[in-house]
């Protein structure tokens, strides 16, 4: 079982965490970064979310970061290897199903790299969108109390609509 969906009401804190972290961040691993990133829900201003900072860095090559796993340990990252996203490191501060922060590298400019740019930057600039998924959230968090999995799947059908809404915009331009 699960730990508890909390789902907190958004605060500034979110964004001062996020910039603390990017500091030590860069001073790691800023050789092969390209851009770093706040992203998901706690980096969207009045999206309520689980208090995870998520950080996304981009790089050019992914067999780049093996090097890195020694030093972001030193600094409280631990890499978790999830066989089913091979386009991804992923590394948890904090503890199993308590992280404060969720590291993502993906090859910059990737399909993953920039789908999570655009939902983000799509819940930034349309708040009715923002507001229907922050409902949708705490909706979720009621229904599926301790199943984050659940959770998460019954939230893709949303992110996935509003990324391709994105896409579709874009291409209009």
């Known amino acids: 079982m699960d730990k508890q969906i909390v789902i907190e009401k ?19 691993i800023s050789d092969i970064a390209i851009s770093i990133e ?3 829900s706690t980096s969207v201003r009045g999206l309520g979310a689980k208090p995870i900072i998520d950080i996304m ?3 050019y090559n992914l067999k780049e970061v093996d090097g890195f ?4 340990s030193n600094i409280g990252y631990e890499h978790v290897f999830h066989k089913e996203f091979p386009n991804r490191r ?4 904090g503890l199993w199903r308590a992280g404060t922060h ?3 590298i993906y090859k910059y400019g990737s399909e993953e790299w920039n789908s999570n740019i655009l939902f ?3 819940l930034r600039k349309h708040p009715n969108v923002r507001n229907q998924y922050n409902q949708l959230k ?7 109390i301790c199943d984050r999995v659940g959770y998460t799947g019954a939230k893709a059908p949303f992110i996935t609509g509003v990324i391709q809404k994105a896409k579709d915009e874009i291409k209009c331009r």
């Open 120 to 122: 983000r930057d799509y």
């Open 138 to 144: 705490f909706e979720l968090a009621q229904k599926y």
């Open 90 to 93: 992923f590394f948890r501060k």
């Open 10 to 28: 958004y605060t500034s804190d979110w964004a001062l965490s996020f910039n603390e972290e990017k500091k030590l961040l860069e001073d790691i």
């Open 38 to 40: 706040h992203f998901g």
């Open 57 to 59: 860095i981009g790089v």
């Open 69 to 72: 796993i020694e030093p972001l």
């Open 102 to 104: 969720h590291l993502h």
